[in-house]
């Protein structure tokens, strides 16, 4: 097994309330395992190099905590999650949120299954396109956060990840450097589905890499012919 060097964002944390367990450390390594692990067999991180895995996918995940207050026991669902980020992250830190994780390529989703099983942690994974996940009684407006993490432009993005939030919670997209243009061409496309962009928080890695995080408001409900077919979504966005 390979050691990942989690002490590295153990102070960085720390500088904005966020303390890091012994218990959480050992559940970051043996993701970071796992990671690297399943990789092998199916594509699911071009960042492997232990340092990388560490800063760019754990240490930038962990600051969605400081981009927003998340209250306790609350309903998370990440649209798109890929190999689990920042979904599973925000679980380790976090057992007390209810946690979605959504995916339209189930091989993904058995990989985070074992996660979660190894990590002895709870969450639902639903095998789904986003477009088809908004459309359904079950996870429509049913949560207090959707969030996503370099899936598409914010513009087509929004119209993915806004139908799941209720009246009164947030969708949070996290983005590189592009965040400040992608958040102006976003804004028709997010009130015409029921937003309101709340803020944008920047931040910046170690090795001066830059993360965005827009934080957009559900003011009212998403007209009921949102989400569109993704042919139409990424044709004529919003």
């Known amino acids: 097994m390979i050691n990942f060097p989690i002490e590295k964002i153990v102070p960085l944390c720390k500088n904005f309330g966020i303390?890091?367990?012994?218990?959480?450390?050992?559940?970051?390594?043996?993701?970071?395992?796992?990671?690297?692990?399943?990789n092998e067999k199916i594509n699911l991180t071009a960042i492997t190099e232990p340092d990388e895995v560490v800063i760019k996918h754990f240490y930038d995940c962990i600051l969605f905590f400081k981009a927003i207050d998340v209250p306790t026991g609350a309903k998370i669902i990440d649209v798109g999650t890929g190999a689990g980020f920042p979904g599973m992250v925000l679980?380790?830190?976090r057992p007390d949120i209810q946690l979605t994780l959504l995916d339209g390529l189930n091989k993904r989703?058995?990989?985070l299954n074992e996660v979660l099983s190894a990590l002895g942690l709870e969450a639902k994974t639903v095998h789904m396109r986003a477009e088809?996940?908004?459309?359904?009684a079950e996870h429509r407006e049913q949560y207090?956060?959707?969030c996503a993490r370099a899936v598409a432009r914010l513009n087509v993005l929004s119209e993915y990840c806004l139908p799941y939030v209720k009246k009164g919670g947030f969708f949070v997209a996290?983005?590189?450097?592009?965040?400040?243009?992608?958040?102006?061409?976003?804004?028709?496309?997010i009130s015409i589905l029921g937003g309101d962009i709340s803020k944008i928080i920047c931040e910046t890695l170690p090795e001066n890499e830059q993360r965005s995080f827009i934080i957009t408001k559900k003011i009212s409900q998403t007209p009921p012919k949102y989400p569109r077919n993704s042919a139409k979504i990424s044709k004529q966005p919003l």
């Open 132 to 136: 088809d996940g908004g459309k359904s």
């Open 174 to 189: 996290m983005k590189g450097p592009t965040a400040s243009d992608e958040m102006t061409d976003a804004k028709k496309a």
């Open 109 to 111: 989703l058995i990989f």
């Open 144 to 146: 207090d956060i959707a």
């Open 91 to 93: 679980k380790i830190m």
């Open 19 to 38: 303390e890091i367990t012994e218990q959480q450390k050992e559940c970051l390594n043996l993701y970071a395992n796992l990671l690297i692990e399943w």
